[in-house]
């Protein structure tokens, strides 16, 4: 008895543990179908919402979806695109699920490569700083006038007009001696011997020298800043560069004749490629210069 008794026992407490778990089972099964279905709904309601907020906006005239050749446009309900190819056309659950989820990411897409490519607007709405006015701006004080320069005292004066007066006096007595040995070069070279020759060309290389050096005189004291007889030194600068030129000539022409006397070319060419009507050109300039020259 006692062991039949312990045997009841053991399977009443059995059968309610297996009880227990089935309705365990049983409300979790519940649960599940229930949690199912508000995700199920709640899903269905974030996606309306997506679709009112981000496509309607940007298809204002109807959206429509494409499946293959076939397009089905907003308000045709039941109308079946035309076949392509002969494939069978979709059917109205594909055609909702493309309409829901194509256009979004479609429409996602658009946004978001419209915003890239939009031009920055900062800075944009900035309100633009009003120019201030010119009684806003500090008045530059005026810089400080140099005081002018005075001009050359009249002493300053007299005293560089001697110097411009003696210069001109010293020009006469050179070109006498250069156009005189212009004059008489070619015969004097015939008749010359291997010693004359040599001896004349020493003595125009010092005549050359005598004039470097009067022009040197001449240019090394300087003009007064703003003297009025800045031009009368320019004319007397010209006669002596033209005269320093003739000088310079005749002295090369007597060097190539004391060396290359047999060839008449050699020593005629200074004088035949700078003359003029049978004239040293830098002569000719001289003489149309000098008169008047001197102040």
Request: glycine letters at 8%.
């Amino acid at each position: 008895m006692r062991q039949r008794s312990g045997s009841r026992v053991f399977d009443s407490h059995v059968l309610g543990m297996t009880l227990s778990r089935f309705a365990v089972l049983v409300v979790s099964a519940v649960l599940l179908v229930g949690c199912s279905a508000c995700f199920s709904f709640a899903c269905a309601d974030v996606v309306g919402r997506l679709y009112a907020i981000e496509v309607e906006p940007l298809f204002p005239d109807g959206l429509g979806y494409v499946e293959g050749d076939g397009i089905l446009e907003e308000g045709s309900e039941g109308e079946e695109p035309a076949e392509a190819d002969g494939a069978a056309t979709p059917s109205s659950q594909k055609g909702v699920l493309a309409f829901v989820s194509e256009p979004l990411a479609a429409a996602r897409d658009a946004v978001q490569s419209s915003a890239s490519k939009a031009p920055s607007n900062t800075g944009q709405n900035q309100p633009a700083s009003e120019p201030s006015s010119p009684t806003d701006a500090p008045n530059p004080s005026p810089a400080p006038s140099e005081p002018e320069e005075a001009g050359p005292s009249e002493e300053e004066e007299q005293a560089y007009l001697q110097h411009l007066r003696t210069s001109y006096d010293a020009l006469p007595s050179l070109y006498s001696e250069i156009n005189a040995g212009w004059n008489s070069f070619r015969s004097d070279a015939l008749a010359s011997t291997e010693s004359s020759r040599a001896a004349k060309w020493s003595h125009y290389q010092n005549l050359f020298n005598r004039t470097s050096q009067a022009e040197l005189r001449f240019a090394d004291v300087e003009m007064p800043h703003g003297s009025r007889y800045s031009n009368e030194r320019q004319r007397i600068q010209e006669l002596y560069t033209d005269l320093g030129n003739a000088a310079a000539l005749l002295a090369q022409s007597w060097g190539r004749c004391n060396t290359d006397f047999e060839d008449e070319s050699v020593w005629m060419a200074p004088f035949n490629q700078n003359s003029s009507g049978g004239r040293i050109t830098y002569l000719l300039d001289y003489e149309s210069k000098v008169q008047g020259a001197r102040p």
